[in-house]
């Protein structure tokens, strides 16, 4: 196993439906520009609150990606 040497980037997903899609929200739009995204490790979790009910699910995350 050769030694890996790792960049972490710090986004926010957002979604209307869950935790989980906010996250598969900002990995998905990561992977469009960064290669070889091996990790995430979520930092924050909030939302947004309409008439006493979640409409709004923001997640913050920080990818880890291999440098080449």
Do not use: C
């Not at 930092?43 to 080449?68: C, I, S, Y």
Request: overall charge neutral; hydrophobic content about 40%.
């Amino acid at each position: 196993m050769s030694n890996h040497v790792y960049k972490t980037l710090e986004l926010t997903g957002s979604s209307p439906n869950s935790v989980e899609d906010a996250v598969r929200t900002a990995i998905a739009k990561a992977h469009q520009t960064v290669r070889d995204i091996q990790w995430f490790n979520i930092t924050e979790t909030r939302g947004h609150v309409v008439d006493g009910k979640v409409a709004h699910w923001q997640v913050t995350l920080k990818l880890g990606f291999t440098l080449e």
